[in-house]
């Protein structure tokens, strides 16, 4: 079955500390699909990042960072010099379109991180 | 702003009581996803349409159903309401059926049953 495990449900920084959110997941598949989601305290899902089981690079976006490494199955997410508008909970998900036909994301249980200034 | 609107925005009622979700998706998209969102289950799938069908269903209640009209809005309809169905209900969408095409979420709709 596919599982996502956040193992941190929370986590306090203070500004322009470098924090990394662990995400690890679990599936039967060679072919699946990776998500960040990101929720601020607004409430909205934002989309942060998707990436594909057969694409290892690492990825940078700004102050953003992903390590996907298939060995450990992690896709752990980096945020570098943190700030306040980075606050939000943070949603680390799974795709597996050939569990059950469906392309619906299975979630991990979030992690709140609160950048203090 | 997502391109994915959800209606109303908070809703509350009593348990006994049934009420509506509506989800109009991102123009173009044919896919539609309803989510729940509640404190002691986390984020989980409930029901996927695509193109007015219904194609995977998730941890939906019964007492839940949901349909996608022929201009692609979506709604849910909950029933017999418990307090413990008290949640933000999130709609997505996607521009097709592909595990590719990252789902882009509506603001959600706000449930508390009292």
């Known amino acids: 079955a596919q599982k996502v495990t956040q193992a941190q449900t929370e986590i306090s920084v203070v500004e322009k500390e470098d924090v990394t959110l662990d995400c690890v997941y679990e599936?039967?598949?060679?072919?699946?699909?990776l998500f960040w989601y990101k929720q601020p305290p607004s409430g909205e899902l934002v989309f942060l990042i998707r990436?594909?089981?057969?694409?290892?690079q690492n990825e940078i976006s700004g102050r953003y960072s992903w390590n996907f490494q298939k060995s450990t199955s992690s896709f752990n997410f980096t945020i570098t010099a943190s700030q306040v508008v980075d606050s939000a909970v943070y949603f680390c998900a799974l795709s597996d379109p050939t569990q059950g036909g469906s392309e619906k994301l299975v979630f991990g249980k979030g992690m709140k991180l609160t950048v203090n200034p | 702003d997502s391109g994915v609107t959800q209606t109303p925005k908070h809703l509350i009622t009593a348990t006994g009581q049934r009420v509506t979700l509506r989800c109009s998706p991102r123009s173009g998209d044919l896919s539609v996803y309803w989510y729940q969102q509640s404190l002691d289950q986390g984020l989980q799938f409930l029901i996927q349409?695509?193109?007015?069908?219904?194609?995977a269903k998730g941890n939906i209640l019964e007492r839940f159903s949901a349909q996608q009209f022929p201009d692609l809005h979506s709604e849910l309809n909950l029933s017999s309401l418990e307090l413990g169905d008290s949640a933000l209900y999130f709609c997505a969408s996607s521009v097709q059926v592909s595990s590719y095409n990252e789902q882009f979420f509506g603001p959600g709709t706000r449930l508390t049953v009292l």
């Open positions: 599936t039967r598949d060679t072919t699946y699909y």
């Open positions: 349409y695509y193109n007015g069908e219904e194609r």
């Open positions: 990436r594909n089981s057969f694409d290892e």
